[in-house]
């Protein structure tokens, strides 16, 4: 499979060169020269398929041509070692636990299978080191960090905002140490992702050092999520036969919603989709008007959705041929404040007892503002309740149990580098490595 750029003006690469450049040489993003549809037979039998099974399916679709089946099988199931389940939270309204993975957020399984897939090339090319660049406004960070920890060959650098990500997120990638450095930055998401794109188009750089990004940018990171909508819609089936679902996806970089589009191109069922913002609309601005105005993010209690440009919007208009009319047909949007949130938060606890991150209370409150007659939803619960305690805590008025899994990151000791927004220092820092 080729992949282009979505600028249009770089060479065509094979699936080994986007994933190690992360970026085109255009600034564009990698989109596969086509999307593989999948029979009507794996359509027909998808609910008596496990996870792995059917997700092994969806990834031969995308890397069957470039990766030897009995390797990618084994990066799939090797990835894929705990269960997302389907969680009825109201009627009509389904939540999709993304967070039992071992960050407990959604983004494990798109860093896991990248440092598998990356470390499959290294080894197979004999590349000395490859440096992997991260920016995070929260879950991106922990993710890839255990992800590629301890993985031979690969250093990971995450990139944060300072003193905008919780405490618990922050612990899951500075207590690492080993092949894992955390920058911490003084600005804002934004700015940790400018300064990861200017490092891929700064030659001086590039011909140092071996250079790539796990980010949503690229495609190693953001196909793979496109499992989580096929196995969604499986354990659908088994309660609702023959149901179409209404999706709806918290949405930050874009990376998470996009690779749900490609799954529905691929055939998936799926009715339509939301995209649920916080108060950093820029897409929900984008629905109404039909112009894109990226502008600097505000922090939000959603603080992973807290994206001032998202970079995978060039993605969805690649998809859809830069068509307002035709992404506004399968994507409608939504955006909440603080307080809605929270509100969201402290009723569906309320009522229904379920407990809900600030992010997945945007998806809810979506869906359940959002659905028609007749409709069945699936929201996308991205993340898990503690990992940002004090503030659920606060607007539930009840103890939110930390999992032992978070425990054991909490006790660790943050080593952090302070890194200020200026490129030039960020470069001369790794010109040093």
Same mark, same amino acid.
């Given at each position: 499979?080729?992949?282009?750029?979505?600028?249009?003006?770089?060479?065509?690469?094979?699936?080994?060169?986007?994933?190690?450049?992360?970026?085109?040489?255009?600034?564009?993003?990698?989109?596969?020269?086509?999307?593989?549809?999948?029979?009507?037979?794996?359509?027909?039998?998808?609910?008596?398929?496990?996870?792995?099974?059917?997700?092994?399916?969806?990834?031969?679709?995308?890397?069957?041509?470039?990766?030897?089946?009995?390797?990618?099988?084994?990066?799939?199931?090797?990835?894929?070692?705990?269960?997302?389940?389907?969680?009825?939270?109201?009627?009509?309204?389904?939540?999709?636990?993304?967070?039992?993975?071992?960050?407990?957020?959604?983004?494990?399984?798109?860093?896991?299978?990248?440092?598998?897939?990356?470390?499959?090339?290294?080894?197979?090319?004999?590349?000395?080191?490859?440096?992997?660049?991260?920016?995070?406004?929260?879950?991106?960070?922990?993710?890839?960090?255990?992800?590629?920890?301890?993985?031979?060959?690969?250093?990971?650098?995450?990139?944060?905002?300072?003193?905008?990500?919780?405490?618990?997120?922050?612990?899951?990638?500075?207590?690492?140490?080993?092949?894992?450095?955390?920058?911490?930055?003084?600005?804002?998401?934004?700015?940790?992702?400018?300064?990861?794109?200017?490092?891929?188009?700064?030659?001086?750089?590039?011909?140092?050092?071996?250079?790539?990004?796990?980010?949503?940018?690229?495609?190693?990171?953001?196909?793979?999520?496109?499992?989580?909508?096929?196995?969604?819609?499986?354990?659908?089936?088994?309660?609702?036969?023959?149901?179409?679902?209404?999706?709806?996806?918290?949405?930050?970089?874009?990376?998470?919603?996009? /690779?749900?589009?490609? !799954?529905?191109?691929?055939? %998936? =069922?799926? *009715?339509?989709?939301? @995209?649920?913002?916080?108060?950093?609309?820029?897409?929900?601005?984008?629905?109404?008007?039909?112009?894109?105005?990226?502008?600097?993010?505000?922090?939000?209690?959603?603080?992973?959705?807290?994206?001032?440009?998202?970079?995978?919007?060039?993605?969805?208009?690649?998809?859809?041929?830069?068509?307002?009319?035709?992404?506004?047909?399968?994507?409608?949007?939504?955006?909440?404040?603080?307080?809605?949130?929270?509100?969201?938060?402290?009723?569906?606890?309320?009522?229904?007892?379920?407990?809900?991150?600030?992010?997945?209370?945007?998806?809810?409150?979506?869906?359940?503002?959002?659905?028609?007659?007749?409709?069945?939803?699936?929201?996308?619960?991205?993340?898990?309740?503690?990992?940002?305690?004090?503030?659920?805590?606060?607007?539930?008025?009840?103890?939110?149990?930390?999992?032992?899994?978070?425990? /054991?990151?909490?006790? !660790?000791?943050?080593?952090? %580098? =302070?890194? *200020?927004?200026?490129? @030039?220092?960020?470069?001369?820092?790794?010109?040093?490595?």
């Amino acid at each position: 499979m080729k992949y282009y750029s979505t600028s249009k003006q770089a060479p065509e690469a094979t699936l080994e060169e986007a994933v190690v450049k992360g970026l085109a040489a255009d600034k564009g993003l990698f989109m596969p020269r086509s999307i593989n549809p999948l029979p009507s037979t794996f359509y027909a039998e998808i609910v008596h398929l496990s996870f792995q099974e059917m997700a092994y399916r969806v990834a031969d679709a995308f890397f069957g041509e470039d990766v030897p089946a009995e390797t990618l099988k084994e990066i799939v199931y090797d990835t894929l070692n705990f269960d997302v389940p389907l969680v009825p939270v109201s009627p009509g309204i389904y939540s999709l636990e993304l967070f039992h993975g071992p960050t407990l957020a959604f983004k494990d399984v798109g860093g896991r299978f990248m440092a598998r897939l990356l470390g499959y090339f290294i080894r197979k090319e004999g590349k000395q080191q490859v440096n992997v660049l991260v920016a995070t406004s929260g879950d991106t960070g922990s993710a890839v960090a255990n992800g590629f920890l301890g993985v031979e060959g690969i250093h990971v650098y995450v990139l944060y905002p300072k003193g905008k990500v919780s405490e618990i997120q922050e612990k899951q990638f500075t207590t690492l140490g080993r092949n894992i450095t955390a920058l911490e930055v003084d600005g804002t998401f934004d700015d940790c992702q400018a300064l990861v794109k200017s490092a891929f188009m700064d030659a001086e750089l590039n011909a140092h050092m071996q250079l790539t990004s796990a980010n949503s940018i690229n495609v190693a990171r953001f196909l793979p999520q496109a499992f989580y909508y096929f196995y969604a819609y499986a354990q659908l089936q088994r309660l609702q036969p023959g149901v179409q679902p209404v999706i709806c996806v918290p949405s930050g970089n874009f990376g998470n919603i996009t /690779a749900g589009l490609f !799954g529905k191109r691929m055939g %998936l =069922p799926i *009715s339509r989709f939301i @995209a649920a913002n916080n108060r950093n609309d820029i897409f929900y601005q984008y629905l109404q008007t039909g112009e894109y105005n990226p502008r600097p993010s505000v922090a939000t209690l959603a603080n992973a959705m807290d994206v001032g440009n998202p970079s995978n919007f060039a993605r969805v208009l690649d998809l859809y041929g830069h068509s307002h009319d035709a992404i506004a047909t399968e994507v409608s949007g939504a955006t909440y404040t603080d307080e809605q949130i929270a509100e969201t938060m402290r009723a569906t606890w309320q009522e229904h007892h379920y407990l809900l991150d600030p992010h997945g209370a945007c998806g809810y409150r979506a869906l359940a503002e959002g659905l028609r007659t007749g409709e069945v939803g699936i929201f996308l619960e991205t993340a898990h309740p503690a990992k940002f305690k004090d503030t659920v805590e606060q607007i539930i008025g009840a103890e939110v149990a930390v999992p032992a899994k978070l425990q /054991a990151f909490m006790r !660790g000791t943050k080593q952090s %580098l =302070p890194m *200020s927004k200026e490129f @030039a220092q960020f470069k001369a820092y790794l010109m040093q490595q």
